[in-house]
């Protein structure tokens, strides 16, 4: 994509009108991940809480992703999906009733702070982004001053929603020298880097997982 498509990305009505080419309720309404759900599984079973716990579970930029959907297969029944297209939201509505979709922007989340156990960040394969990512364009060494406001209103929202010990876990194929420098909050939480691979000659995704301090660390 060139610049100018890069940038789009980071606005709702490149998204509407991205999605609402496919109807509703249509077996097209929801594309498979550039990375399947099974092959996430093994990551998102070591970093997710028992479902017995029942954790809130928020996914961020949800976009078409059956990630919740997935999940509630598997007993974590707390969910609410967030994105800023309500088109996409009303079709994932009208897939998927028995969850929670609302229109959101994750940069100016309307949740209580300190009200969610795990937040997800992981692209659909129509978005072939992360939500994170989709605010990234330009230099990766020097970000122009729209991403920079953008990605810090969006990691400190993360950060002011999740409860103690709670962990946002953000998956993308972007290097990890890139992307620490703009997760890091001194004192708010820990952040761990883990390969995701499928073997030799498969591309490379990286998981971000940020933990937030437990109160007694604040």
Known sequence: MDVKSTKELAFAEYWNNRYDKRPA???EATYEWFRTFEKLR????????????NPRILHLGCGDSSLPADLANLQYRDHISVD??????????SKYPDLEWRVEDVRNLSLDDASIDIAI??????????TLDAML???????????QANVRA????????????G???????????F???QLLREGVWDIVVKRLEDGPGTFEYFAYVSTKHSASNE
């Open 84 to 93: 800023f297209s309500d088109v996409v939201i009303k079709q994932m509505q």
């Open 154 to 165: 969006y990691v400190d929202e993360v950060t002011r929603i999740l409860k103690p010990n």
């Open 42 to 53: 093994p990551f998102l079973q070591e970093e997710l809480p028992d479902a017995s716990l």
């Open 137 to 147: 364009h330009g230099s990766q060494w020097d970000p122009p001053e729209d991403v």
């Open 25 to 27: 309720g249509s077996e």
């Open 179 to 181: 992307v620490r420098p």
């Open 167 to 177: 962990r946002w876990l953000y998956i993308t194929f972007r290097q990890p020298h």
């Open 121 to 130: 960040d992981k692209a659909s394969a129509q978005q072939l982004s992360g």
